[in-house]
């Protein structure tokens, strides 16, 4: 049963600004600070307040998939309802037209700050249930701080809440000075959060694995591979035994595989958007994201060889005989949805994402939004099996704790894949193109492709050979790496200079 007290929508408005204008980031409250912030009832109100900050960033919640339609993984169609993936990944990048919700992430991030400079008013909690607490928000403010140093290099970072709109007027501080910051609040959350399985709060395993993400992404390899191997060896958590019921609403409840989601309630809180969309309408009904075959192609056959090895391939029925992962993610032309779904609008590609689809909710429309409610996994056991395999082959190259790690996700229920050919991935630089093709399979379509391009620095070799439905080459250039921000703040913040190569 999800946790009923992640749903509570709060009255209290969290780092509410009426305003869209990131500069208008003083939190305001519905009740007078001097009756609130009295009773742990209060600290768990505003703590609500401080979740329901994921819902309102794309990003962070489950339209985080669209991520990518910025990849070889897949085309974002319907423009705007998407996001702008489709101009962004075809070279139209600007200040204008990136479609990452940048002003979100600083109202999260304000309520954050407005949580944390607060809560030590309440005098009657006991001190180890309000550093819990406090770990729960910092976690919070880690994930989305992570999230704009991996869209924006370098950023604005509000470690207190700003006193006026002047004060928030700053420059942006360097990459490394935020993530030092990232991981001194995940410090503090490995500290003070429960070291139990995840129930919809943010618990130590969380906060553990957000930060072997963050150390990989620093390329501090034998650390990161530590961290994880602490992980794996603690035993909190494991390997679910349905791949497919990740990421559909009966097989996320006590699911021991995840680690961190954004959790919907139905119908309290269903995914439903501002704009009436949702899971099952977007992906299902609304082909608004189409695989691109080069991600087929990248499946293996049950053999586990790829399918320009596999004797088990037959181009003439390319579905037969491939890593059931496949299955599971992308809906083929050889199966037949209920009621004839899709029906909103036909997949450019031909083929439509199966992944976050419920098809037991059949046929889809938005009229029934209010009963969708699939949790965005951000967080997986997998995941931290796969980081643990990459950083310890980067730091000390293969071996048998490596090639493990990876048969533990291969061979999972359901999945049964072969175990990985030790022979033919027997040095580190082999074996590091395995590792990373086994992540672009065992995660496709959840939104972590994009990072994982960039920050191996691959994204100007691998998206320029993948073509859009109309033929339009993918388009991604060094200035890429980082993205612009909005011309609006760059008006109303002079401190903040725009990243090299946009105007």
């Not at 991520?67 to 993936?85: H, I, P, R, V």
């Not at 130590?204 to 501090?220: D, H, I, N, T």
Request: charged content about 20%; glycine content about 6%; overall charge negative.
């Amino acid at each position: 049963m999800k946790n009923i007290h992640f749903y509570i929508l709060t009255a209290i408005v969290i780092a509410a600004a009426s305003c869209s204008k990131i500069l208008d980031k003083n939190p305001t409250d519905a009740i007078s600070s001097a009756t609130f912030w009295n009773t742990d009832a209060d600290a768990q109100m505003a703590l609500s307040g401080c979740y329901n900050k994921l819902y309102g960033c794309w990003s962070l919640n489950f339209n985080r998939c669209y991520l990518d339609c910025l990849t070889d993984n897949a085309f974002g169609q319907w423009g705007g309802a998407s996001y702008n993936m489709d101009v962004m990944s075809t070279g139209n990048l600007t200040p204008a037209t990136n479609g990452v919700n940048y002003n979100a992430y600083y109202r999260g991030i304000a309520g954050f700050n407005y949580f944390l400079g607060n809560i030590d008013k309440v005098q009657t909690i006991d001190p180890d249930k309000k550093n819990t607490y406090i770990g729960e928000v910092k976690f919070l403010r880690a994930l989305a701080y992570f999230d704009l140093v991996n869209f924006y290099g370098d950023v604005i970072y509000y470690k207190e809440s700003p006193a006026t709109a002047e004060d928030a007027k700053i420059a942006q501080s360097p990459k490394e000075e935020v993530l030092a910051a990232i991981k001194e609040d995940l410090d503090f959350g490995i500290a003070n959060l429960p070291n139990t399985p995840y129930a919809g709060h943010a618990v130590k395993g969380s906060a553990m694995a957000l930060k072997v993400r963050v150390l990989l992404y620093e390329k501090k390899w034998p650390e990161a591979a530590v961290l994880a191997k602490q992980i794996i060896d603690d035993g909190k958590f494991s390997l679910a035994n349905n791949y497919e019921g990740l990421f559909l609403t009966p097989g996320q409840a006590n699911n021991p595989e995840i680690m961190f989601s954004t959790v919907y309630t139905a119908p309290d809180l269903p995914q439903q958007t501002s704009e009436g969309r949702a899971s099952n309408t977007q992906f299902g009904w609304g082909s608004h994201i189409d695989p691109y075959y080069d991600l087929v192609d990248a499946y293996e056959c049950t053999d586990g060889k790829s399918i320009t090895e596999s004797a088990l391939y037959d181009a003439a029925k390319p579905w037969l005989n491939r890593d059931p992962r496949l299955k599971f993610t992308i809906r083929l032309p050889n199966v037949t949805w209920p009621a004839g779904e899709p029906a909103g609008a036909p997949s450019l590609t031909g083929i439509n994402m199966q992944k976050y689809v419920d098809l037991s909710q059949a046929p889809f429309s938005g009229g029934f939004n209010s009963s969708y409610d699939q949790d965005y996994v951000h967080i997986r056991y997998a995941d931290v099996l796969l980081m643990y395999a990459e950083a310890q082959n980067e730091a000390a190259g293969p071996s048998a704790g490596v090639y493990d790690a990876l048969d533990k996700i291969r061979a999972r229920a359901g999945v049964n894949m072969p175990p990985v050919d030790r022979v033919k991935y027997n040095a580190q630089d082999v074996l590091r193109d395995y590792i990373r093709h086994e992540r672009r399979i065992e995660l496709a379509l959840e939104g972590q492709r994009y990072f994982d391009l960039k920050r191996w620095h691959i994204a100007d070799v691998v998206l320029p050979k993948i073509k859009t439905p109309g033929g339009l080459p993918l388009v991604f250039i060094e200035d890429y790496y980082v993205l612009p921000f909005p011309q609006s703040e760059i008006d109303i913040n002079p401190n903040l200079k725009q990243n090299p190569g946009y105007r």
